[in-house]
């Protein structure tokens, strides 16, 4: 099992993806420690590897940029010799060949979601050992431990894009709460047919919940 | 038509004062000899037809087939040796292998044709090997719907709705040309190619043929097949008797001039 060399920077984390009838919302957190060093607070764990594709990145901050920027290479030229839209079931099997054949010397936890016009709304699950699940939400990294009696609560299928924007929110803002490798502001993009909007939540304003 | 690059055509790494490279030229000629294949792209699917000169009586019937499978939705027919033929449908198979094993489904037709493409061109660039001497007739099923290729020995590609290499290339083509391929079905068209090789089969030349025909359609689930042995005999059947009317009709001519 592959682990964190000394002094390798983590992003401790909490992403989570869910599915909607049109598109995919994604979710994450902001911050990226080194040990108690918190070297960033307000990072972006959500990248861009094509116009309706996104990644949210778990694990070893650099294994996960290098992968993330083979999958964006090999994504453009797709487009180029295809003279089409690569889908998001092409995008997670480049990543999952990536993080299978390398797995012993990789530590990504990496879900991939995004629109196309063959299958619409996906979201795919790439855990550490490099298999591929493909469902209708999915949550990861160390805070997502946290929360997955929430979710599964509280997540249904027909939600609308609001919905979802809201479920995310709430949901990575509990783990923010309860764990130490997660923190500073949520990110939120929506993926549709029509495009990425991106939001961001700031500390102050954080939905309602108990904090003890 | 016929020319001979003296001095100019001893390897493939060589052009004529004129462009020209004579090597590639000649491979073209190796095709050129060979029995005619025939492709159809019709709304529904694509035929492909080749007529397999037999050189011996003692050959077991279907054994050698010339119309190869790539990939389950991709046929190959080719005309020219045979053995590069092999090598060929070889590569197109790993190909199709390896583009389903990085993007999990299957290659589309216009990618597969280009790659293949390339590989020919390849062996057109270095003295130490000799051009392929087969053009190959691909038909694909894929997304977009179905499509037939033809690559050239020198590794030059394009689509078509119609085409035909080898001996009897001409009569094929002028019969092709006189078809409605975009509104035929695949039902028709396996008939009409049928028609089509036993009319650009040349008795005079080599008696013993035998017609292999496949599609790749709906009917056929999107897989490239040879038709199944009833669709081949109503075909054989459709062509014999065409044949037989050209004759009756080159009898009525007689007994007018009388």
Redesign the interface.
């Known amino acids: 099992m592959p682990q964190l060399k000394p002094g390798e920077i983590s992003m401790g984390t909490t992403i989570m993806a869910v599915q909607f009838d049109g598109g995919v919302v994604l979710g994450a957190d902001s911050r990226t420690s080194s040990g108690t060093y918190v070297s960033n607070r307000v990072s972006d764990k959500l990248t861009k590897v094509h116009d309706r594709i996104y990644c949210c990145r778990s694990g070893s901050a650099a294994d996960t940029q290098a992968v993330a920027d083979v999958v964006r290479y090999h994504l453009a030229l797709y487009t180029a010799q295809h003279g089409e839209e690569p889908t998001v079931k092409v995008a997670a099997s480049l990543f999952q060949q990536i993080c299978y054949d390398n797995k012993d010397n990789l530590m990504a936890g990496i879900i991939v979601a995004g629109w196309d016009k063959v299958d619409g709304a996906s979201v795919y699950e790439i855990p550490l050992g490099g298999s591929i699940h493909k469902l209708p939400f999915t949550l990861a990294g160390s805070g997502s431990t946290f929360i997955y009696g929430y979710c599964d609560k509280l997540f249904r299928p027909a939600m609308t894009k609001d919905e979802c924007i809201e479920f995310v929110k709430n949901s990575v803002s509990l783990a923010i709460s309860r764990d130490g490798s997660s923190g500073g502001v949520i990110r939120v993009a929506a993926i549709t047919e029509d495009g990425v909007e991106r939001q961001i939540v700031h500390g102050n304003n954080l939905p309602q919940q108990f904090l003890g | 038509m016929t020319s001979i690059g003296t001095g100019y055509d001893l390897s493939v790494s060589t052009y004529s004062p004129d462009g020209r490279v004579f090597q590639v030229e000649y491979a073209q000629k190796a095709v050129d000899n060979s029995g005619t294949a025939i492709g159809l792209r019709v709304k529904d699917g694509v035929v492909l037809a080749v007529e397999k000169i037999k050189h011996s009586r003692l050959l077991v019937p279907h054994s050698n087939r010339r119309i190869m499978t790539a990939g389950k939705h991709i046929g190959i027919a080719s005309a020219g040796w045979m053995s590069d033929t092999r090598h060929l449908v070889k590569r197109v198979r790993e190909e199709s292998r390896s583009y389903t ?5 299957k290659v ?1 037709a ?2 597969i044709a280009e790659r293949l493409a390339m590989y020919v061109q390849a062996y057109t660039l270095y003295s130490s090997v000799r051009p392929f001497g087969v053009s190959t007739l691909l038909a694909c099923m894929d ?1 977009k719907g179905p499509q037939l290729y033809m690559i050239e020995p020198s590794g030059y590609y394009v689509g078509y709705r119609g085409c035909a290499v080898g001996k009897g290339k001409q009569v094929a083509k002028t019969e092709i040309e006189k078809l409605d391929l975009d509104n035929m079905t695949v039902r028709e068209a396996v008939k009409e190619a049928a028609r089509i090789i036993y009319s650009a089969h040349d008795d005079t030349k080599d008696k013993l043929f035998e017609l292999e025909l496949s599609w790749v359609c709906k009917e056929s689930n999107d897989l490239h097949v040879h038709v199944p042995q009833d669709v081949y005999d109503d075909a054989v059947q459709h062509a014999e008797r065409s044949l037989d009317d050209d004759d009756d009709d080159n009898e009525m001519d007689d007994d007018e001039d009388l």
């Open positions: 094993d990085v993007y999990k489904t589309p216009h990618i997304a």
